[in-house]
C-alpha cells in the first residue's frame, strides 16, 4: 500500500534543456509536475565456480585494475578508455553487450571531440571492406580495418583487433557524451557485415589466454542523467568476476542462444501482484540483457499490464499518461522522494536448475530515475521503463542494481546485488531464490536470426543440390528408351517433388 500524494499546487517559471536540449512545451501541476518533452528519447546460487579469483593465475589480468575503470551513467551510456594504434590514440568507448563489432569515429562529428586519425597510425591496415550497423537507436557506416589496442585499466598487453571505422552516422553519435566509439560485447553472429569479423572478446581471449568471461559492474543507479552532472563510475572486469564489487550470493540463467545474450523471463511480478501473461509475451521475440540500451524495455502487452498496475498501486490520482509513455517528467519539491509511491518490479528468470527460477527485484530508485532540477526547488524524474517492438531487454535501469557476469565459458549469465546499488544505506535492489517452476517458453519462440540463418543455408544448399543434378541430367545423352522403360509421370521428380 503506497500513501497519496500531497498535491502541491506551485507556479513555476522558466524550464529549459530538460533532457538532451529538449525544449518542454507543458506545464503541468498535479499528482506532480510534468514536464513535456520534445523529440522522443532513446529510449541455482553459485560461490564462483572457479571464477571468483582476485587475479588470474597466468598473470594476464588483475581484477582490482579494472575496478572503476568505467564512467557514465544509464542516460549517456557507460564508457572505457582505450588506447588505439602507433603511436596510441585515446578514445572513450561505449560498452555494449548488445552488439558485435568495436566500431570508433573516424571522422569529425558535431558531437564528438575526438576521433580516430587512421593516417595517423602506422599498423592500422584496412580490409577494404564495407560495413554498416543499426541499432535500436541510430546507425552508422565505414569501413573495416585491424589496428593494435590496449586498455589502461585493462588485461595487460597489446592485442591485434577489428576496427570498424565510422565514416558517417545518423542518430548514433548524440548531444552530452563524452564517447567516441563502440565495444560490442555480443556474439560473432551479431557481427557485420558477417560472422567472420571476429569480435573484440574473442580477440582478447584467443590472444591473451584469458577466461572467456567478463562482469560489469554499472553505478549510476539514483544519479541525475542530466547532460550537466558529473558521470558516475563503473567496472567491467575482463577474465573474470571481482568480489568486491557484489554482495550474497550469485544466480545464474543459462543463455539461450549465443547470439544476444538471450534469456529466459518465466514471470513479472509489480508490487507482489502477478502479471499474470503467458510467458511466452515477455520472450516474444526475445529477451535479452543489454548494457547499451537505457531503459527496462518490454513487449506492448507488457508494458501496458505494468503500467495500469502502477497505476493502480501508487494511488496517484490523475497522474499524467505522459509519464508512462517518456514525453514527460514528473517532479517533486526537493526534498520530497517520489520513489515511496511507487512499487518494486521482480523479473523471473530460469536458473541454470532449470526446474528452479530467481528474481531479480528492482526497487523505484532504479526505474524513478532522475534528470534534472528546475530553479534549484524541484527534482524531476523520468520513467526508466518503455515499450518494445523487438522484445524484452533488461538494459541499464536494472542492470545497475546488479553486478551481471558474463560466463561465455558455460553459456549463462549470473546476477548478484552490485555493491554500488545503495542510497543512505538502503539497496536499490534485491535477488531471491529458488523458486520451483513447471514447464518453460524454450521451443515457443518464434525463429531467431541464427536459426534463420541456418535455414536458410540449408535451403541454398538444398537448391544447389538440386541445379547440380538437373545440371547433369540435362548434360548425360538421351537414348531412346523402349516402351516398358519409358519414365512416367508417376515416378518422376515433378510428382515426388517437396512441397
Not at 518453460?440 to 535451403?459: D, H, K, M, R, T
Not at 545423352?477 to 515433378?494: A, F, K, M, N, Y
Request: proline share 5%.
Amino acid at each position: 500500500m503506497f500513501a497519496e500524494r500531497h498535491i502541491r499546487h506551485t507556479v513555476f517559471s522558466l524550464v529549459q534543456e530538460v533532457l538532451l536540449s529538449s525544449e518542454v512545451e507543458e506545464l503541468y501541476v498535479g499528482a506532480g509536475l510534468f514536464l513535456q518533452l520534445g523529440a522522443s528519447q532513446r529510449n541455482q546460487t553459485a560461490s564462483g565456480s572457479g571464477l571468483s579469483l582476485a587475479s588470474d593465475p597466468s598473470g594476464a589480468v588483475n581484477f582490482l585494475d579494472m575496478v572503476n575503470n568505467l564512467r557514465g551513467d544509464s542516460g549517456r551510456g557507460y564508457y572505457m578508455e582505450m588506447v588505439i594504434g602507433t603511436p596510441g590514440q585515446t578514445l572513450n568507448i561505449l560498452v555494449d553487450t548488445g552488439s558485435s563489432n568495436f566500431a570508433v569515429a573516424a571522422a569529425s562529428h558535431p558531437y564528438v571531440t575526438t576521433y580516430f586519425n587512421r593516417a595517423l597510425s602506422s599498423t592500422y591496415q584496412t580490409s577494404g571492406r564495407a560495413v554498416a550497423v543499426r541499432y535500436t537507436q541510430g546507425n552508422w557506416e565505414g569501413e573495416l580495418g585491424t589496428d593494435h589496442i590496449s586498455i589502461p585499466q585493462g588485461p595487460n598487453g597489446t592485442i591485434t583487433i577489428n576496427i570498424a571505422a565510422i565514416l558517417t552516422s545518423d542518430g548514433f553519435f548524440l548531444p552530452g557524451i563524452n564517447w567516441q566509439g563502440i565495444l560490442g560485447l555480443a556474439y560473432p553472429l551479431l557481427a557485420r557485415p558477417d560472422p567472420s569479423v571476429e569480435p573484440f572478446f574473442n580477440s582478447l581471449v584467443q590472444q591473451t589466454g584469458i577466461p572467456d568471461v567478463f562482469s560489469l559492474q554499472m553505478c549510476g543507479a539514483g544519479v541525475s542523467v542530466s547532460a550537466t552532472s558529473e558521470p558516475a563510475g563503473g567496472s567491467l572486469v575482463m577474465g573474470g568476476i571481482e568480489p568486491t564489487l557484489y554482495q550474497g550470493s550469485v544466480w545464474y540463467t543459462p543463455v539461450l542462444q549465443e547470439w544476444y545474450y538471450q534469456v529466459e523471463v518465466l514471470k513479472l511480478e509489480v508490487g507482489d501482484q502477478n502479471l499474470n501473461l503467458d510467458c511466452q509475451e515477455y520472450n516474444m521475440d526475445k529477451a535479452i540483457v543489454d548494457s547499451g540500451t537505457t531503459l527496462l524495455r518490454l513487449p506492448a502487452k507488457v508494458f501496458d499490464a505494468v503500467v495500469e498496475a502502477i497505476s493502480q498501486m501508487s494511488l496517484m490520482q490523475d497522474f499524467s499518461s505522459g509519464f508512462f509513455a517518456g514525453s514527460k517528467l514528473a517532479c517533486w519539491v526537493k526534498g520530497d522522494s517520489p520513489w515511496r509511491f511507487f512499487p518494486k518490479i521482480s523479473i523471473y528468470l530460469r536458473a541454470t536448475n532449470t526446474s528452479q527460477a530467481f528474481r531479480l527485484t528492482a526497487l523505484p530508485q532504479l526505474y524513478i530515475q532522475p534528470v534534472t532540477d528546475v530553479d534549484g526547488t524541484l527534482n524531476c524524474y523520468r520513467f526508466g521503463i518503455s515499450s518494445s517492438t523487438n522484445g524484452l531487454v533488461i538494459g541499464a535501469t536494472v542492470m545497475e542494481g546488479f553486478y551481471v557476469i558474463f560466463d561465455r565459458a558455460h553459456k549463462r549469465v549470473g546476477f548478484a546485488v552490485s555493491t554500488c546499488a545503495e542510497s543512505d544505506g538502503v539497496l536499490m535492489a534485491e535477488i531471491a531464490g529458488p523458486f520451483p517452476v513447471d514447464g518453460g517458453c524454450i521451443g515457443s519462440f518464434p525463429l531467431q536470426e541464427p536459426l534463420l540463418w541456418v535455414l536458410a543455408y540449408a535451403l541454398m544448399g538444398l537448391c544447389a543440390l538440386v541445379l547440380l543434378i538437373l545440371l547433369i541430367l540435362l548434360l548425360v545423352p538421351c537414348h531412346r528408351r523402349q516402351r516398358d522403360g519409358e519414365i512416367t509421370d508417376q515416378s518422376s521428380l515433378v510428382r515426388h517433388r517437396i512441397k
